[in-house]
């Protein structure tokens, strides 16, 4: 017999009497178009639909308690006290850090334990955090929720400040413009900010200004990257810079955790590249072309091979595929790794659609996620963050993406990936 999931009528008022009207996590008044009755335990994790199971809270408290129970905890590897001691010693002399460490060493949670640390011992109060795109905004709210307690709102609707139990928001880089006033008026020296994946801003020379205007008054700017960079002509707010031997200027970290010792920490997995070449045709007009992948032509020569060989509909995409696949399902073989999967980098939207219909031909688990051209197409984009969501957890082998898995994006499952791009590498 399958367990009912809702509150009834009755059980909802009695709720909502023992619980004076008001929301038990963060006493906001309940009205008919706020209030949730929420299971304690949750239904998912076997919690009974009862009273004695049940309190009233408000949509945005049930909203961020989602189906979770306890917080995961955080051991904090050794890097990130480093620079966690680093920010905190010198909070005396300056406000502005940048911290670079490895892709995969847990930059999203280092940010989050500091914060935890700011709240609990230095006064601060609440958070801005920005990242690169709607995906990563979210995550933020995840991580910081499910290992810290922090709840910040990620949906934000930019007409006033954030509301309890939310102690912040996390934003978009190309979000800010729109806000940058709303934000400088709400912004204070008790304000910590994490600008996530920092080197991000050059991409557009309108938000280094915003940026600035909107967070120059925050008690604490945290910059996060995963690698040094250069000021071309892009002006990135809050970052240091100095000459380097070529006159370039070059960012300037508080902290540096390179990949080489991620690795030796075994923090991260060390990476292998196999490289796969191969024979392509291609036609221009009335003339048919063969070419074979080589470092020595010309770069215009090299595009044609590469857009040729990664053809979404050729044999060479095909003939990959099946390789990386027989590696990921050696590691589905072992106990330790059974849940692993693979992702394939496809060019563009047409290559994506045509390789997951050629894998899902072959009776492979594939899932297909790909992001509009319009960074303000948000409905795509929830779309899309929700297929990568139910990824992490699922069963399926494949999943195919364009632009949208990339830095930041955790899928810890994720052991082979498949570039089917045509870029040429320095």
Known sequence: MVMRRAFNRKEKAALYLVGGGVCQIC?????NKNYHADHIQPYSKKGLTDVVNGQALCDKCNLFKSN??????????KWQKEARIKIESNLHLKRH?????????????FGGNVLKNMFESYGFDNVVIVAPSVNLRKGWADELFEWFGIQIDYDWNMTCGWQKPAVGVSLTYHSINTCSLLLRKLITDRTVVILDEIHH?????SWGAGIKSAFENAGLVIGLSATPFRQDDAYIPFVEYKSNDDGLLESVSDYSYPYWRAVKDDVVRPV???????????KEGEYTYYGQANPRLLERDQKKILRALTDSI????IDTFKEANDKLQQLRKEALTADSAGLIVCNNRYDAENTYKAIKAMGVKCKLVISSDDDLDTKMEDSANTIIDNFKNSSDEWIVAVRMISEGVNIPRIRVILYSLFYILP
């Open 27 to 31: 006493g906001v008044e309940l009205t």
């Open 68 to 77: 979770k129970t306890t917080m995961k905890q955080f051991n904090e590897h």
């Open 97 to 109: 850090f940048l911290i670079e460490a490895s892709v995969g060493s847990g930059k999203t949670l």
């Open 201 to 205: 801003i050059g991409d557009n020379k």
């Open 272 to 282: 292998s590249f196999e490289i796969f070449g191969g024979k392509a045709e291609w």
């Open 314 to 317: 050729g044999r060479w995409t």
